[in-house]
C-alpha cells in the first residue's frame, strides 16, 4: 500500500534527546530503573501525583526551551509537506509542549495526539485517532520513533514501524521494526520505494535502510 501519512514521536525523535528520565523518577521518589513514569504515576494516591505531575511538568518544558533539531528533521519535515503527506506528531508528553517545540524551530505538524487525548503508547489510540484525522488506513501510514513504545504502537495499530536508531539501545528494539533507519532523512527513499511498488507517480530513488 501507498505512504499517505507519516507520524513521528517527538523527545528523541524529531528533537534530539533532552529529557532524563532517571533524574525523574529519582526526583518524583520512585526507584531508578522502576518503568515508565506515566504508569508509575497512575498507581500513586491524588496527592502524590499533583506532585509528579508538577515535576514532570518542569522538565518537560525545560525541554522544550532547550530544544534542539535531530539531523535531517527540518528537512525531512519540509519535503514530506511538499510531497503533500500530512505529518503526524504523537507523543507521550502534553501537546502544547508539541506545539511549542513546532513554534519554536518553526516546523509544520498537521496534528498533534498528546497523552491528555487518551491512552498513550504503546496502545494503538494515538496512531488510530491520526489516521481518523488524515482519512487514511493504519496500513497508510508510518511511525517513525526512537523507542520500543512506538514500534509497539504502530504494530498494535497495523501501520508501518520505523526505529531511529539513533543511541545505544536500539538494537534491543530493531526486531519490531519493518524499516530502521540512522537519520531521519533515510526516510524519504523508504517512502518513494513504498510509493512506487504501490504504483505512486512521484521521482523514485530506491533504497531500503537498515541498521
Known amino acids: 500500500m501507498p505512504i499517505r501519512a ?3 514521536d517527538l523527545d528523541g525523535t524529531i528533537t534530539q534527546p533532552f529529557l532524563d528520565f532517571h533524574a525523574i523518577r529519582e526526583e518524583m521518589g ?3 530503573n522502576g518503568g515508565p513514569i506515566l504508569e ?3 498507581t500513586m494516591t491524588a496527592p502524590q501525583r499533583r506532585r509528579a505531575e508538577a515535576i514532570l511538568s518542569v522538565h518537560e518544558e525545560k525541554a522544550v526551551a532547550e530544544s534542539t533539531l535531530n539531523v535531517g528533521a527540518r528537512e525531512t519535515l519540509a519535503t514530506l509537506r511538499e510531497r503533500r503527506l500530512p505529518i503526524g506528531i504523537l507523543t507521550r508528553n502534553r501537546k502544547d509542549n508539541a506545539w511549542a ?3 519554536k524551530h518553526d516546523l509544520h ?4 495526539v498528546g497523552r ?3 491512552p498513550v503508547k504503546p496502545d494503538s489510540f494515538g496512531v488510530l485517532h491520526l489516521c481518523r484525522g488524515f482519512a487514511v488506513a493504519p ?3 508510518m511511525l517513525v520513533g526512537d523507542y520500543l513504545f512506538d514500534l509497539l504502537c504502530a504494530r498494535a495499530a497495523g501501520a508501518i514501524p520505523v526505529l531511529l536508531a539513533n543511541h545505544d539501545r536500539a538494537g534491543e528494539f530493531a526486531r519490531h521494526a519493518d524499516f530502521t533507519i540512522a537519520r531521519l532523512l533515510e526516510l524519504l527513499p523508504i517512502i518513494d520505494h513504498q510509493n512506487h511498488s504501490s504504483g505512486c507517480r512521484c521521482q523514485i530513488q ?3 535502510c537498515t541498521e
Open 6 to 8: 507519516v507520524i513521528f
Open 30 to 32: 520512585l526507584d531508578r
Open 40 to 42: 508509575a504515576m497512575e
Open 101 to 103: 517545540v513546532a513554534r
Open 109 to 112: 505538524f498537521d496534528a498533534v
Open 116 to 118: 491528555e487525548d487518551g
Open 139 to 141: 496500513a497508510e501510514a
Open 206 to 208: 530506491e533504497k531500503r
